[in-house]
């Protein structure tokens, strides 16, 4: 019996590869109609006898970089079909009009395969791509995504191109950056010194130039790259002072995971990881002796950040021959490097340059070389960031359970961006249009559409005019791609925030969302929270509704408000800003406050004296005193600062938590040892770490080693956070606890605490989706303004 049927499908759907599948699909069940991308997402209409069986295998073999969300069947009277056809896109005019984009994806095993292969015609294209690889989030205008919306528009295909673009059965079907040497992009390589190159030319002249210890600015995917040899010495400090990078970690690449095994550890999670199709940035823990590498790549630091390549261009560097003969072969080899740097094309606390102009003037002394190509990057995208958490027998299971397997290792987001924006979040239910900015540090914002929240790439901070604009057109495209009109904005309560300014003048209704809150709120989001939640937010600061810094915090939160129950006792920041950048003075902070009267004394036993000076140390102590000149912080983040100023391991932050995280890279071995801590009960609770400040400050005198005090700090505040937790729980009758904000980056902290947590009958949350940094911010101030709207309404 000829039956016919109308399928609606939603989610990522369009550029993968999904309208051939259904053309192939249809044909190989001999139906007939037609499939067409439109702007909610993919529709098919067909008829014959075998619909039933298409329906129930449509989802099943669906496209590997496909998501489908929803699926929508309405039976129709016969109509009398032809064939089966793929049709023009085209518009709807449906009542939540949009569709879910692709991210960028990094070259598939087909097309690297025929990169290399000295008789296929793109052999050694730098832009070889097919609907299941390549540039897609980056290169989008508008949708249907479709070749007139994407920057390649002005790329006109040639034969073959254009007969593989329109052939079902080609691995090319309307794959929108589909070119060849013939008729797509080109790379030029330009200096101030030697003529134009293009092409193959091009390529080989920068791997020579890399090999000779200089510095190139390469256009990517996202935006430029700043790369040079990582095995150099001379090159590699020459960028670190060219860039003003102070001891900020340079990011790597490597040819294959093989090679990423002769500097660091590699688990199976995180090898999967590096080779997955995302392609982010793993940090691994550095071998024993690494000595291949000079210490300027990551300065004092215990980890290394390795991606491998992910686009044509990148193999191209490590595995181009030179020399290509006349019949297209060339003699094998190894790589050409073991490992590049390839840092963000940046100026210090700017956006990552995306435009040929702009990487000229603004990059040119910085860099000795440009790897240009003229295909236009629309949106910007940084690397993504990850690091594998290995999560012990009695951690959360995935929906926050405890679990009893033999543990298992996962991923945690330390930026989210290339690979993984702009894919959304799918929400409990559906709600109101609504949008949260996010806070100054780590900037992203967060829409919500339908069912979905979207979070923006990684924007970076709020500090200059280019960032804001770099928010403003990011926002934009996310608005015109999405079809999301915000009724109503979310913002922090920092009045200093450039992004709450923002908000403040965009004439729709604004709420204001406490810091620490919005960090909770996000992991509500994840998971699907509305009840009453005991949410534990650890950073280094977020402005309180007293006035103060916040930043070592407990609230009774769901999505109506929140009670803050305990926090850290305040200390005040000698300097405000300068004590974050310079952490000894935090310690001084603590020292005074724990020590009194002695305070002099117990600075002089462990050197401060001798290496501040008495007169400098006095001015701290005076200033400490000034309420004016020296705010009062609550902030976990300001703790561990201190805490690695007092032990000897990091004085200075020359970057945001370099001393924490030398603090954590210490902790070698197991102990369960601790320090005192006392935890006074009032209204709030107060947790005052006095005793453990002056425990470290004699095992310190006493000689005792930095990796144990370290170990002993970090067992500290997770008991602490397992017995305030452990009362609150009796007073509220509560099991749900939420672990969010940066310190939880610390997977020693993150870990030991869910595992105890676990272990005393909590369900422990935290953030998978999006960071814990305050990254995450802007996921939590749009779920919970959308909450309480919809509930209003």
Known sequence: MVERAKITLKGVVQGVGFRPYVYTLAESLQLKGYVTNTSDGVTIDLEGEHVVEFIERLPKDAPPLSRITAISITPLPE?????????????????????????????????????????????????????????????????????????????????????????????????????????????????????????????????????????????????????????????????????????????????????????????????????????????????????????????????????????????????????????????????????????????????????????VEKLQGVVDAFLLHNRDIFMRVDDSVVRVRYQGPSGPDEKGGSTTDKGRESALFIRRSRGYAPEPLALHSEGPEVMGCGADIKNTFTVTKGGFAIPSQHIGDMENYETLQFFEECLENIKRVYRVKPIAMAHDLHPGYLSTQWALRQGVQTYGIQHHYAHIGSVMAEKGLAGKVLGVAFDGTGYGTDGNLWGGEVLFADVHGFERVAHFKYVPLPGGEKAVKEPWRTAISYILDAAGDEAMEYLKKIGFIEKYGKERTEKIIRIAGARELSPQSSGAGRLFDAVAALAGVCDTNTFEGEAAMALESLISGVTEEDYPVNIILDTTMVIDFSHTIIGIVNDRVNGVEKHLISAKFHNTVSNAILKTVARLRETFMLREVVLTGGTFQNLYLLERTTRMLAAAGMKVFINEVVPCNDACISLGQAYLIRERMKNKG
Request: glycine residues 4%; charged residues 25%; contains cysteine.
């Open 79 to 359: 109509y009398g079909y032809a064939d089966f056809r793929i049709i023009d896109s085209r518009e709807e005019s449906s009542r939540i009009p949009f569709t879910l984009i692709s991210p960028d994806v990094s070259i598939c095993d087909d097309c690297l395969e025929e990169l290399m292969d000295p008789r296929d015609r793109r052999y050694l294209y730098p832009f070889i791509n097919c609907t299941n690889c390549g540039p897609r989030y980056t290169i989008i205008r508008s949708i249907p995504y479709d070749r007139p919306h994407t920057t390649m528009a002005h790329f006109s295909m040639c034969p073959q191109c254009d007969a593989e673009y329109h052939d079902p059965h080609d691995r090319r079907f309307h794959a929108q950056p589909n070119a060849c040497p013939q008729c797509g992009p080109k790379v030029t390589l330009v200096s101030n010194r030697q003529p134009e190159l293009n092409g193959q030319v091009a390529m080989e002249k920068a791997i020579e130039l890399l090999k000779a210890g200089k510095i190139i600015a390469i256009k990517g995917l996202g935006g430029f790259h700043l790369a040079c040899d990582a095995t150099n010495k001379n090159a590699v400090e020459k960028l670190r002072e060219r860039k003003r990078r102070s001891n900020k970690p340079f990011a790597l690449m490597a040819p294959d995971v093989v090679t990423v095994e002769r500097f660091c550890t590699v688990s199976e999670e995180e090898a999967r990881l590096l080779v997955s199709r995302r392609r982010p940035i793993v940090l691994l823990r550095k071998k024993g002796a690494v000595l291949l590498l000079p210490e300027a790549v990551s300065p004092h630091n215990q980890y290394l950040g390795f991606m491998l390549p992910y686009t044509p261009l990148h193999y191209l560097l490590f595995h181009q021959p030179f020399a290509v003969r006349k019949d297209r072969t060339h003699s094998g080899g190894g790589p050409n490097f073991s490992a590049l740097v390839m840092t963000s094309g940046n100026l210090s606390e700017e956006p990552i340059v995306r435009d040929n102009e702009e990487a």
